[in-house]
């Protein structure tokens, strides 16, 4: 069976084109990416992302059939735009249909600045304001301030995708203030990953993305030191000597 070393059960919005590809393209061997699709509109309302939590459940419903070892919950601002109770809520809807555990991006998002002790990060982004202001004050409630926050300004969700990575290099590179301790790319619809480690290595500090955050999460969660070595500083902390290596909780019933 495909999986052998773990199972990744993948949500993403049906508008979603970059986050399943670019999970294949770093998946090591023995790890399968498994995904199902939220039912929505292609425009980043609040009513659609409100009603990507309920979607969500139907999701879960199918790609929890191929037992996963990891859930990934695979919307950023599906995730923040109600604050961190709803999305603790979300992980634990989730991890009851799918009898496994459930992480988030806006979830990956804290968690990885936090553990990076970053406390001051820029922020980039294709959300209109009205998305940007909740992800701020999400992070705020997980001690983490905005410096700066550069956008790309798109309703259309799909439209996200067609922003190039030169295109995102450039906006990380206008933005970055001096102040900033680690820049943030939210939005799994964002072709961020591949110009992670030049952006790092140009502003000499932590870049990280939405697809990279949930990434580290899963194989965290799975306990899979997965050898991703050339998309940013985040999942090579995987590969370094002392990294958690925890087994996977299975949730299912014998």
């Known amino acids: 069976m495909y999986g052998w070393r773990g199972r990744i059960g993948l949500l993403v919005p049906s508008i979603n084109t970059t986050m399943e590809t670019e ?21 980043g309302t609040p009513e659609t992302l409100r009603g990507m939590e309920d979607a969500s459940k139907a999701a879960a419903r199918d790609v929890g059939m191929v037992e996963p070892d990891v859930v990934v919950y695979g919307c950023t601002s599906g995730s923040f735009f109600e604050g961190p109770t709803w999305n603790k809520k979300i992980c634990e809807q989730l991890t009851a249909i ?68 030169d295109e995102i290099y450039r906006k990380v590179k206008e933005l970055t203030s001096p102040k900033s301790e680690a820049v943030f790319v939210a939005c799994t619809q964002l072709r961020a990953l591949e110009v ?33 070595l050339n998309c940013g500083s985040l999942l090579r902390k995987l590969s370094e000597p002392g990294a958690s290596k925890k087994t996977v909780k299975k949730l299912r019933s014998a």
């Not at 999970?23 to 199902?36: D, Q, R």
């Not at 804290?110 to 304001?129: H, N, R, S, W």
């Open 23 to 43: 999970f294949w393209k770093i998946a090591p061997p023995g790890v399968s990416v498994h995904t199902a699709r939220i039912a929505g509109g292609r425009h």
């Open 98 to 165: 799918t009898k496994a555990p459930t992480v988030t991006t806006a979830g990956g998002m804290a968690a990885c600045l936090q553990a990076g002790g970053f406390k001051k990060v820029d922020i980039v982004t294709p959300y209109v304001e009205l998305t940007n202001e909740r992800l701020k004050h999400f992070l705020k409630a997980h001690g983490i301030n905005v410096v700066k926050l550069g956008t790309f300004d798109m309703l259309d969700m799909f439209d996200h995708a067609k922003i190039t990575p």
């Open 196 to 228: 992670l480690d030049q952006l790092e290595r140009d502003l000499g500090k932590p870049v990280y993305s939405a697809v990279q955050a949930s990434a580290w999460q899963a194989y965290d969660v799975m306990g899979v030191d997965p050898q991703i």
